[in-house]
């Protein structure tokens, strides 16, 4: 581990992150400002962060990661879907924040679940699957329509199906059987909100604002910020639950938890142990990022304010192409942010930041930004 600088006034710290997609991108961008150096490493050096930081590890190179062990002060991941076996060995000699725990829950639906369960944190009744037999089992208890899931490596929609009638079970098992697999009843939701927290290693916790959030074919699209009409009970209920996961994990760094609102109250879906898709609004319309808190949590630096700069605020992601952006530059209520990646359907490509004072002024913003929106 390189020992930090006596001389700088201020501790500054190499981060090494897992992962170099957007989501180590944004964090370095937010690190820099604070004197903070990073390291990546990565799977090609097309990525998004690869090239942004002191080196750059590939992942094809077996020893990739003991590099990063020596080289760095810190180490973080930017995906749930990292080893474990790598963080457990990288935290033998150096710091790695969140800690394998937080990562060994966050990466299976089946663990997480368990977890909300433990911790009296509602959630859909589920079923762990591991055959077609227990399929129809679960069916049976949990009823239709249910969602069956894969338990690893699911994410923007992909890895489930929604059964909705009895001659759909055969199709969904042979679509995802081969897999550890989850049945979840379906949530009859209101909306989908999400909270975004972080934590560092003095117990300090930071909320941001619960968030509304619209998907359209599994893929997050945009978000609002802070949820209409949330009343203060909601938030605090919410916080509550992040609370406890964030304690008991020992966690430090981001953590977010997606939520559906439902007429009996908050009912929890999956959890993030990074900084989050439905955060990005934070880098223009808070105080302090999510990036820049993750950033500080991992670092041992005071965590920054939460609280919302502006009235109201939105992101909008640009999934699959590009766009005709060029409009974005002319607005000056909004921010264009770019990941560097090339198109593909499906790809998160970039997000647009938006803010208003009002919700009519933001929701005309948003017209205009109507070729970027479903
Ligand atoms: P997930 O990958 O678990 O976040 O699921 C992707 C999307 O599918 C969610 O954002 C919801 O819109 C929907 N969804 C997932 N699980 C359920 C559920 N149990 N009931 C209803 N809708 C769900």
Redesign the pocket.
Same mark, same amino acid.
């Given at each position: 581990m390189t020992a930090s600088d006596p001389s700088k006034p201020f501790d500054t710290k190499t981060v090494g992150v897992l992962g170099a997609g957007q989501l180590g991108r944004m964090l370095a961008l937010a690190g820099y400002p604070l004197g903070q150096r990073f390291a990546f490493l990565g799977q090609s050096q097309q990525e998004p962060a690869a090239l942004l930081g002191d080196f750059y590890s590939s992942e094809q190179q077996p020893e990739a990661w003991q590099v990063m062990a020596t080289e760095c002060d810190v180490i973080t991941y930017e995906s749930e879907n990292t080893s474990v076996e790598w963080v457990r060995e990288i935290a033998r000699t150096t710091p790695v924040y969140p800690g394998e725990r937080s990562l060994y829950v966050t990466q299976d639906?089946g663990r997480e679940k368990a977890l909300f369960e433990q911790l009296e944190i509602p959630c859909?009744p589920?079923r762990l699957v591991n055959s077609a037999d227990d399929l129809q089992q679960a069916v049976a208890e949990l009823g239709l329509?249910?969602?069956l899931?894969t338990t690893q490596e699911?994410?923007?929609?992909?890895?489930?199906k929604?059964i909705k009638t009895e001659d759909q079970i055969d199709q969904a098992w042979s679509e995802l059987g081969h897999k550890p697999l989850v049945l &979840?009843? +379906?949530?009859?939701?209101q909306r989908?909100l999400s909270l975004v927290a972080v934590r560092n290693a003095d117990n300090e916790h930071e909320y941001y604002p619960l968030v509304q959030?619209v998907?359209h074919d599994?893929i997050?699209r945009y978000t609002i910020a802070p949820a209409r009409q949330v009343s203060p009970e909601i938030q605090k209920q919410a916080e509550q639950y992040l609370q406890a996961l964030l304690d008991e994990l020992d966690h430090v760094g981001v953590l977010a938890l &997606?939520l +559906?609102e439902t007429a009996d109250g908050l009912?929890a879906?999956?959890m993030a142990p990074r900084v989050h898709n439905s955060g990005h609004w934070t880098q223009d319309g808070a105080i302090t990022s999510q990036f820049e808190n993750h950033v500080r949590a991992i670092t041992g630096l005071p965590l920054g304010p939460t609280a919302p700069r502006e009235p109201i605020c939105a992101m909008v992601n640009l999934i699959g192409e590009i766009g005709p952006v060029e409009r974005v530059l002319t607005l000056d209520n909004a921010k264009l942010h770019l990941y560097d990646k090339t198109e593909r359907p499906g790809r998160k490509l970039g997000h647009i930041n938006l803010w208003a004072n009002t919700e009519t002024e933001l929701f005309a913003t948003l017209e205009q930004l109507k070729p970027f929106l479903p």
């Open positions: 639906r859909a589920y329509p249910a969602i899931k699911g994410y923007d929609g992909k890895g489930q929604l &979840e009843g +379906f949530v009859d939701f989908e959030n998907h599994g997050l &997606e +559906f009912v879906n999956e």
